[in-house]
């Protein structure tokens, strides 16, 4: 994953090198991943060194699956991690970021492979970023003396045969970007502090789910919807180049294939707050099924996506 993002990384195997004492106190920013151990996720010595590199003032981003099963009890897990273990293989697939959140509001899939990811809680001192689809949380994150991201689940099982959801290089770049190391994903913009708030958004349908008819907002530019809701609106469309305004919009729904049903919006739009209506019908007026269908918006070289459930 690291080498498509052009990264100088060094890589250190601890079931071939042993726990990474010195390597981990020499270090600023370290991505650990566990993979599908069940029963060695981190041993006492990784839990005793990753946890003075914490102290230390680091910044982690672990992820794996059996995490919370392995070592849920013990302290690490709630002082550093600042997670509480749920329950142990949950059979969803799906992920999606926090309605609202900046950096975590596109889709995961995991594929077939990973059989046993954790459902976890945040403390509360800690955010949770990530959900599954049928409920409890993925993804947590802390940002106090040190920052730590943790997923319940393996980043390598994420599916890359959609274009609807998050790629493993763009979920590592996105948390590369959140710890303070701002990367570029194909030719994008760097996803970092100082462009944590997106050029376009796409807000929850309401009501979701729905039957007829429901209602589908966004916001282009950073604009006046978004984020006044996140108390930094300065009425200026977030301070964006005026060369983003007026670009091409496009929102689509597609359905959970990856094909599009219905185009609703394709046409050039100036920085603001828009909303349309879908009635659950495709490009040829016939009634959808049900089911889970994902709303796109694409503007100013970004996308934003959300799931909704279309029930009859």
Not at 114 to 135: K, R
Not at 191 to 209: D, F, I, K, R, T
Not at 234 to 241: A, E, K, L, Q, V
Request: proline content about 4%; charged content about 20%; aromatic content about 10%.
């Amino acid at each position: 994953m690291a080498e498509s993002l052009d990264l100088f990384f060094e890589q250190w195997e601890v079931a071939e090198q042993g726990s990474p004492m010195e390597w981990l106190l020499n270090s600023e920013l370290v991505v650990w991943f566990t993979g599908d151990d069940s029963t060695q996720t981190l041993t006492a010595d990784d839990r005793e060194h990753l946890g003075a590199f914490l102290d230390g003032g680091g910044k982690l981003f672990l992820a794996g699956q059996n995490i919370g099963q392995d070592i849920g009890d013990e302290p690490f897990y709630h002082d550093y991690l600042h997670a509480t273990f749920v329950d142990s293989a949950t059979s969803d697939i799906a992920i999606f970021g926090v309605a609202g959140d900046p950096v975590w509001g596109g889709g995961i899939i995991i594929n077939q492979a990973q059989q046993s990811m954790d459902v976890v809680s945040a403390t509360e001192d800690a955010d949770s970023v990530l959900v599954y689809q049928n409920g409890g949380v993925a993804g947590i994150t802390y940002e106090g003396e040190y920052r730590v991201i943790y997923f319940a689940f393996g980043v390598e099982g994420a599916d890359e045969s959609s274009p609807l959801v998050l790629h493993r290089h763009q979920v590592l770049s996105k948390a590369l970007g959140w710890l303070g190391l701002p990367v570029e994903v194909s030719g994008g913009e760097p996803v970092g502090p100082e462009s944590a708030l997106p050029l376009c958004l796409v807000h929850q349908n309401y009501p979701n789910p729905f039957a007829e008819m429901t209602s589908l907002s966004y916001v282009l530019g950073g604009g006046e919807g978004y984020l006044s809701a996140r108390g930094v609106w300065d009425g200026s469309g977030g301070g964006r180049d005026a060369s983003y305004r007026d670009a091409h919009v496009k929102l689509a729904i597609y359905n959970i294939q990856g094909q599009r049903v219905r185009l609703l919006v394709d046409e050039p739009q100036e920085d603001g707050r828009y909303a349309v209506g879908w009635d659950g019908r495709d490009k040829r007026g016939e009634t959808v099924s049900s089911g889970v269908y994902f709303m796109r918006l694409d503007a100013r070289g970004e996308r934003s996506v959300r799931k909704m459930v279309r029930l009859k």
